[in-house]
């Protein structure tokens, strides 16, 4: 017994080295990367929205694409969707995986032009524009927004393009 003992110890033992040579030891922390941030949430240049048209047999019609004035801002919190700079506009908002419902909300703007009543001033206004993300990087952000006459008659695709 001792002979096939002594055997198997020079053999363990290089088996119990080898694992203990690739168990590496750190003193240092370990080091967490987190991956870019996809998240909705931050402050966006309005770059420019667009629409595309089609016919009620969704047959492409025509489109335009046009830049926004400089300066237009979107910042988008966890519940608020607001425009600043060279825009102003309050919104609130829910997100449901790519969809949105956004919701203008009545400003004195608004109630000077006499789009609103002035009690009407800080409150959800009118129906919530739906919106699909399309495009969602941590440096880019596409939304598009569907429409169509009452008569069916035409389809506008709105889509607003933004950038940090």
Avoid at 76 to 96: A, C, F, K, M, V
Wanted: net charge neutral; proline share 4%.
């Amino acid at each position: 017994m001792k002979d096939s003992f002594a055997q198997l110890l020079p053999a363990s033992l290089v088996i119990f080295f080898l694992l203990l040579a690739s168990c590496e030891h750190s003193t240092h922390p370990t080091e967490v990367v987190e991956p870019l941030s996809t998240t909705l949430i931050g402050r966006w240049r309005y770059d420019s929205t667009g629409a595309a048209f089609y016919n009620s047999r969704r047959e492409f019609s025509n489109k335009f694409m046009a830049p926004l004035p400089a300066n237009a801002l979107l910042t988008i919190g966890p519940t608020r969707w607001n425009y600043s700079g060279s825009l102003h506009e309050e919104h609130s908002y829910t997100r449901q995986g790519n969809n949105l419902l956004v919701y203008r909300i009545g400003d004195s703007h608004l109630a000077d032009l006499k789009y609103i009543h002035q009690e009407e001033i800080g409150k959800v206004i009118g129906n919530p524009s739906e919106l699909t993300i399309t495009t969602l990087s941590a440096h880019q952000l596409v939304v598009r927004d569907s429409t169509m006459d009452s008569d069916r008659s035409l389809i506008r695709v709105w889509r607003s393009y933004y950038s940090r």
